[in-house]
């Protein structure tokens, strides 16, 4: 199978590819049409990309590729509608870098905090200042207010209770079980975190509805002097808003995702939150990229491949249907020989029935399997009676409609 891994990517686990009997292309530095033309040239069965975009044009460029393997959690730098459009399956692997981003997260409030960055700069130019680099506030006893309590969001919040922070926290699934097992105070809304937190992390995943979910409205609910983290992603911020509300109400920030950003892993970058004035702090998008995150990212990369591989399923995919239109199940219990399933998917297509999800499984000897088509219209009698009696090799047929519908 061939395996085109267009991004940086560990070699160890390149040759744990090869050695598994992957065909392997890898060149870190294929991007945009470089890229699109790699496609075509190599035919790869599944592309491995990290913070390469995806786009459309690439996804249709060569029909044999099946699978897009995003070798972190978010798939917001692939074009997940031309995807599904072309039948190919985007994998992740998320809750790998969880770890390495919630360390980050701290890293950048403890900064802001004692102003680390601005002592630093000033050191190295032989100012000595302990007056001024001694105001820091300090962080026990100061609210965490975590957004998104998936794995990332759960790692900061035990980190932050470490630091004896109370943590008050939202998400769209987090019960009132789910935070109290996790200490901390869930709350109805992103509002309601932003009026009682000093600093405000977020961590919700890149989706229509999280877009500038922390907007205008939530920003000003922030007391004067709060703190915004956000390592999630950019479209979930305001970013115009928080430029203009910084010296308003005086917000220390601290960023490793903007908008914009550019799509090589070197170039020049600009952006108006960064050189606006006021506290700010930034790093790369680079808050997964520690050695212990990627090394874990690559091991699930390389598992997601080979099961693939010896499977034809892909786990952890981001586009699959969550409900399709299938409405009746038709099990078929068969001789496990050639013909039986083409003679029942053909009086199933000439009853002018569509079939929406099909398992055939095989029982133990290998001489009988189970047939389970769900389709989205009931088969009328003759024809469940036709697939019986038109194929010696089936034992039984039955009909029944899903539960739900």
Not at 59 to 81: F, H, K, P
Request: proline share 3%.
């Amino acid at each position: 199978m061939n395996v085109l891994i267009a991004d940086s990517f560990e070699l160890p686990r390149v040759a744990q590819l090869k050695e598994g009997g992957c065909d392997i292309t890898h060149d870190p530095t294929l991007t945009g049409d470089t890229l699109r033309d790699a496609i075509i040239q190599h035919t790869p069965r599944v592309l491995i990309v990290r913070g390469t975009k995806v786009s459309a044009e690439m996804l249709e460029a060569s029909a044999d590729l099946g699978v897009v393997v995003r070798a972190g959690a978010g798939v917001n730098t692939i074009d997940l509608e031309a995807a599904s459009r072309q039948s190919v399956l985007v994998a992740n692997c998320p809750g790998k870098n969880a770890i390495a981003v919630a360390e980050l997260t701290m890293g950048l409030i403890l900064a802001l905090d004692r102003r680390i960055v601005e002592g630093v700069n000033d050191l190295r130019k032989g100012v000595w200042d302990k007056k001024e680099y001694g105001k820091a506030r300090g962080l026990k006893g100061r609210t965490l207010g975590v957004v998104g309590t998936g794995p990332i969001g759960q790692a900061v919040i035990a980190r932050a209770l470490a630091f004896e922070m109370p943590v008050v926290a939202w998400s769209r699934s987090l019960t009132d079980e789910q935070a109290e097992s996790l200490g901390v105070r869930g709350v109805d809304g992103v509002a309601e975190v932003a009026d009682r937190c000093d600093i405000l992390s977020i961590h919700v995943a890149s989706a229509p509805e999280t877009k500038n979910l922390i907007n205008r409205d939530v920003l000003r609910r922030l007391k004067p002097g709060s703190y915004v983290i956000n390592t999630a992603r950019a479209d979930v911020l305001d970013y115009e808003a928080l430029a203009e509300l910084m010296t308003e109400r005086d917000l220390r920030v601290g960023l490793d995702v903007y908008p914009e950003e550019p799509g090589t892993a070197k170039a020049t970058f600009t952006n108006p939150i960064v050189s606006g004035g006021g506290v700010v702090y930034g790093t790369h998008h680079c808050g997964a990229s520690t050695q212990q995150a990627q090394s874990a990212i690559g091991a699930e990369a390389v598992d997601i491949v080979m099961h693939y591989m010896h499977t034809g399923h892909v786990r952890n995919c981001v586009n699959i249907n969550a409900k399709t239109r299938a409405k009746y199940v038709v099990v078929v219990r068969h001789k496990n020989r050639p013909g039986v399933l083409a003679h029942t998917l053909l009086a199933i297509r000439q009853a002018g029935v569509n079939v929406e999800e099909m398992d055939n499984i095989i029982c133990t000897g290998a001489e009988s399997a189970c047939a389970q088509i769900q389709v989205d219209a009931p088969l009328d009698d003759a024809v469940v009676t036709n697939i019986r009696s038109g194929n010696e090799h089936i034992f039984a047929v039955t009909q029944a409609k899903l539960p739900g519908e």
